[in-house]
């Protein structure tokens, strides 16, 4: 996965605290069945100085999207980017962010 490749030319998304980027796969060897969805999760300096901060921030968006891996379809490079509040958003909130913000990238 190329990741300059899916911010160049995969459809995108933003819900309150993540946006998603999504491009389906080009490399599917079997066009039978769909190649399993690969995922990269950012969280830049901008956002939160500290690295702790942001691996908190990665490990939340990571946990989140294996919470409900069923936002995504099969097939598809998708990434994950935290945006302001994630760090102090509930739980609930960025779990429902993320299926959104999943749902309308890989719709398009």
């Known amino acids: 996965m190329r990741i300059g490749e899916i911010f160049a030319t995969g459809s995108h998304a933003a819900a309150g605290t993540v946006m998603a980027m999504a491009r389906p796969r080009r490399d ?10 690969r995922l ?22 990571r946990a989140a999207y ?29 779990r429902r962010d993320v299926e959104k913000a999943l749902a309308r990238a890989t719709r398009a």
């Open 28 to 37: 599917d060897p079997d066009p039978e069945q769909s190649a399993p969805t």
């Open 40 to 61: 990269c999760v950012v969280a830049g300096k901008k956002l939160a100085r500290s690295a702790v901060v942001r691996n908190r921030l990665r490990r939340r968006l």
């Open 66 to 94: 294996r919470a409900d891996k069923s936002a995504c379809p099969a097939g598809y490079d998708v990434v994950l980017i935290a945006r302001r509040g994630l760090d102090s958003a509930p739980w609930a909130e960025v």
